[in-house]
């Protein structure tokens, strides 16, 4: 396995596991949300689907477009740290 190869197939693993853990934390938050709220028949089985399938769906997207971005990037490193430096000093404006 080439050094670019195991690259990518660490870029995407990583990226993979970031996205299923903002997806759980997205579901969770739906899920508190709908406490009270109970949907009969065939609209509560789409809200169902809806609100466990589309978090997942929504960060596999971002998570795709993002590794694309990275891996066609030609210094992929500095474009991660660019977007994270970036990330960083906007919350701490915020603060």
């Known amino acids: 396995m080439s050094k670019l190869t195991a690259r990518n197939l660490l870029v995407v693993i990583g990226l993979w596991n970031f996205s299923r853990m903002l997806a759980f ?35 596999a997207a971002l998570a795709a477009i993002t590794l694309v971005g990275v891996i066609e990037a030609e210094k992929p490193l500095t474009w991660v740290g660019v977007h994270s430096a970036d990330q960083q000093s906007t919350t701490t404006k915020r603060l």
């Open 25 to 59: 934390w997205l579901v969770v938050l739906i899920g508190v949300m709908h406490i009270r709220m109970t949907f009969a028949g065939d609209a509560g089985l789409v809200m169902m689907w809806l609100s466990e399938g589309v978090p997942y769906d929504l960060f």
